[in-house]
């Protein structure tokens, strides 16, 4: 939290002076020099806060978050670009910098496009149709089905129009990417759509050159054929759990795969590693252990 470091003495202008190569790491909900800096920087709080929560779902919905820590992952992303780059400014001047990110500006980064968009004078209005986006063209959206959803993204109309033999789409099909028909196009495709089953229209769309898939639950994702070949999981042994499957690191790399190599520690379970490091001997390590302070 911003403020701490700086009571115990150890904030970036004073540990600089005591080794200039040194690179500092800060990360905070809004931000060093923010008037909410006291306030709890946390995921959800900052989707509300930065816009990210209202521009999600249909226009006659309530604002939806999205569905996991994007901001926590994408500030921790964008932290350890800039350790990057402070690492290379270092290998070229030898000297350290402090890098700082904070959670509102990770969150506005996510919406670069629209609040670019916001912030010179553009109007952006969520829809009451399908669309899934409020600056794509038309079809771009998520689409009920006869027995689940697909989404249709950055497709020409006419390919489109061509694969559904669609009369109401013929006359916006001239123009191949529209974005004044938007709204219209994606209410001629709802009850189309609702005829058949998600399989048959992938099957029926794809020869066409269009773009679609099916939305899939995590369950179905795990059992698709593209997710298996993804080879993203990875099964490691934990002491008290057993078996604990989890993603691998997304990264794969010429010299070799990043593997977890120990499962994540127990409470305590370096303490007497740690201790030795900082100078106690093997006697004082156990009377702390006795005492009840270790």
Known sequence: RPGVMARFGLDW??????????????ASGYGESSPYRARPGQDLLIQAVSGLASISGRAD????PVGTAVVDQHGAALLALGVLGALLERARTGRGLHVEVSM?????????EIVTYALNGARMAKSPTSLASMFHPGPYGVYATRDGYLVLSMSPLPALQTALELPELASHATVPYNF???EEIARALEPVLRTRTTA???E??????VW??????HAEAFADRGFQAADAVEEITHPVAGPVRLLRFPLEFSTGRATVRRAPPSPGEHADEILGELGYTPDEIRRLRTDGLV
Not at 61 to 64: F, V
Not at 104 to 112: K, P, S, Y
Not at 212 to 217: H, N
Request: proline share 11%.
């Open 180 to 182: 004044a028909a938007r």
């Open 104 to 112: 509102l500006r990770a969150a506005l980064d996510l919406q670069l």
């Open 200 to 202: 048959a229209w992938i």
């Open 204 to 209: 029926l769309l794809e020869p066409h050159g």
């Open 212 to 217: 679609a898939a099916p939305i899939l639950t």
């Open 13 to 26: 202008e004073r540990v600089a002076t005591v080794n200039p190569r040194l690179i500092y790491v800060s």
């Open 61 to 64: 919905q309530p604002p939806t």
